[in-house]
């Protein structure tokens, strides 16, 4: 038994004591009830664990917390092992915290020191945990979408992810604008224009020049348009010229990272059908075409329609056409019923009528290849003055748009909208085309500056 | 690509390659340098057959360049040749012994009777100064090209005679390619290797009609004619009729640019010049017709052309070859002068893509009654091009419906090498009722091609004269056996650079007998035959009798 502390200066005199509520022992009892020296001793510690404890706790806490309020500074400053560390602090001890597991994702993401297998897995399986319905939801659906298409070329799984992300947010210039980029690079530019309108709508009033530009190019120089993503993914050398090389390797990239997705092989038997290899582009159809959902994708069915008329198996290709998915509307639907009509039956008048009906979707206004299929259906009817009227306005548009003086003024003007009137060469353009609205956009757009954001650089943030 | 397999082929093609043991030993000289790609060294040379001894048996001639810089050499080193036909079995070089040989860079041959004396005289089609050589009748040819009036000095490519003013004797209709020479020459650059330019990189030149005066001379009356359009560099021509009104059409296969196809129409406004006749005045009509582009109105290239009746509509349709990457074209004939480009659902399209075609032919290898086609392959721009450079060439086998299947793989081992084919000239030099071929190569020897395929089938042969001892251009012949009929028309010129047998083959198939044959006469003539006999050739002159077209 340890020896009473003696009473020092600092403790008060027992009579100093406020007098403690008297226990019912204490009025019947002559004798104070006052705990054992052994217990007081036990609390005291117990108290004196607990406080630290406490201490330890809110310390501990803080000190996580620090590291996640540090992590984003660190992270700016480019320290991203200091904002990795406090980061995963945090997390060990608030592991289910969203926005610190999209911090994390994005340090792994951004840090190129480190080798794929140190970033990528972690950072994938960060983003994938956190569930759409927290606020950090689209911008983790936003982060996996660009990993997915930049790292590891999955642009059908970018894509629906993407598709999530604009669930969440549909007004997200960002969101449509990657959209639009994975439907070009995986050539189906033909779809994008509802979403091209999209970006527009959404873009800042200095982005819509801009915009506009990437449209054009999109749409009438496709290897130009994604020239500096193909430089960025390693499929076009720094002084190379886009061109249908390039394209080969990007979308031989895609179907090889991305083996599952119908989508990836149609895109790739496209080129070649678009190079004059229809037997190589229908092996490849044909190889896929056991994938699931293969029949349920419209590009991979009118993929396969297109090649199978272009071998001459008018056939095979209505047997597929007629199944094809989705609504019996829009320019690619049209375009192939006419000229199923036109080769396969004969029926210059329904093909005619399909060929109109391509003609007043994006891109049929430009698609001077189907006018020109018109006026030889025209022909074909003995509609000699109508069919020579079709035939020469489609002469125009490919004049204007592929004959080379043309070409090369546009994409002269397109390279120079910091001069103001190389806007109205191009609206001029639209005009031509009978596209009013786009020319009247045109008209309305100021120059750029030249400050303006490349695109790698947009969609990589 | 895309061809059946040997159990689905049906009666497999079998041609032999003959020359050299038939004693055709020839390979035409392009003069090529290397590094240098002087335009005229990609053309080639093309051949024609004439029986120019009328012994029966088809003569063979055939094109050779030239050095195109510097002086010529001494001894005549670079001769066209000329091959005698021995029964059939082999051929003999006679070309020192017939005289008034040509030199010249030499490109396309027409034969045609121009001075109707039974003997098939010779047009050469040059680069530079062209030529023309009467047959004599006693196995020698006489140098005319001055005498005659028809010398002019231009990038002559293929050639056809033809009545283009109907007055009863042949004029010739001479394509024209470009407006080139050493002093404006160029090389291009492909994906960073030099090659030869194109077409697109000089101006077309106007293609030539020079018209017989009937005395031995010629005058050059395209433009007066209506026969002459802008912006034509002319490499394949062929003259038959297309709307059944029994005058023929001209058509003209441009390179990269608008095809041409005259018409005749009577215009009482014809303008009368000394030595033409006022009839009706050629017309260029072939954007109207559908002929002039593709169906998506892209224009090919067009080396070379031929005329069948592919789909068995009894109307003439038109196969054209073209570039690598871009599809060979079948234009469907549609009746009144309309077509409409069958190309895919062909397979003609199908077929093409990988290739660069140049002299063709159409030619019913297995009797069958539908004409099938032989293209010749070859790349044009020089060999520090990355392959395909040498091409495989193509037989093409119809279904009777106008749709092709590749047979190539089977027909023999000619098909199985590379060649830079160039001209086709398609002749029965054997007499045995199917069409072999003849075919120049650039760097390699000429391969003549003996079709050997066993159909166990039947064959009608036709030779046609008609009153003013011309071949009825413009004229048709209707074969029918068991309800069933085929026309083939009269046709001048076509292929590529080449001339090939002007006598008509039908393929019966298992009928030896033709029940019914009619001949309809560009005069407006016609003759009808019932019950003759297959497995012969028969002769036929205007207003005569059909009498077997014996071989002495």
Redesign the interface.
Known sequence: MEPKKPISASEPAAADVSPLPLTDAAHGDDKTDVPPPSMTLALRGLRLVLILGLVATAGTGVWAWRGKADAKRWALRGDFVRARSGLRRYLWLFPRDAEARLQLARALATDDALLPKQRWPEAFALLQSIDDRTPQGFEARMCEARLAFLVRLQPTHAEQLVRRALALKPKSRDAWFLLWKILDMTGRGDESETVFQQVLALAAADERTWCLREWFLSQFAPGLANADLDRALGFLKPDETAGPACEFQRLLAFRNAERSSPLNHAALARWFER?????QALKILRESSGLPGAYANRYFVFALVETY??????DLAEKYFVDCPGDRAGYEYWRLQGILHE??H?DYAQAVTAYDRAMMTWPGPAD??????K??CL??L?K?DE??QC?AA??KI?TDLFGAPNQKALLDAAARLTEPRQLDVIAGYYMSLGRRNEAALWRKASPLTGNETGFVQRISN | MFGPSRENIGIVPRFQEIASRAGVRFAYFNDAVPGRYYFPEILGGGAGWLDYDRDGWLDLYVMTGCPLAGPQPANGRYKNRLYHNRDGEAFDDVTLSVGGQPTGFGHGCAVGDFNADGYEDLYLSNFGENGLFVNQGDGTFQNVTHASGIAASFWGTSALWLDVDSDGDLDLYAASYVDWNIAMHKACEYNGHKGYCGPGSYTPEADRVFVNQGDGTFIEAAETLGLQAPGGPGLGVAALDFDDDLQPEIYVANDMAEKFLFTRTADPAASRTAGVQPVGRWREVALQAGCALSGSGEAEAGMGVTCADFDGDGRPDIFLTHYYQKKNTLYRNLGRLLFHDDSYVSRIAAHSMLSLGFGTAAIDYDRDGAPDLFIANGHVLGPEQPPPVEMQPQLLHNDGTGKFDDVSAHAGRYFQELWLGRGVAAADFDNDGDLDLVVSHLNKPLALLRNDTPTGRHFLGLRLTSANRTVPVGGRVAATVRGSTRVQPVVAGGSYLSSSDRRLLFGLGEHALVERLKICWPSGRVDQFENVAADQYWRLDEGGQLKPDTFP
């Open positions: 190079q004059g290899d229809f037997e008329l272009k071998a001459g198996q008018a080769e396969a004969r001077w290849r189907t006018v020109l299929r006026a030889q022909r074909a003995g000699a069919a020579e035939r489609g002469e490919r």
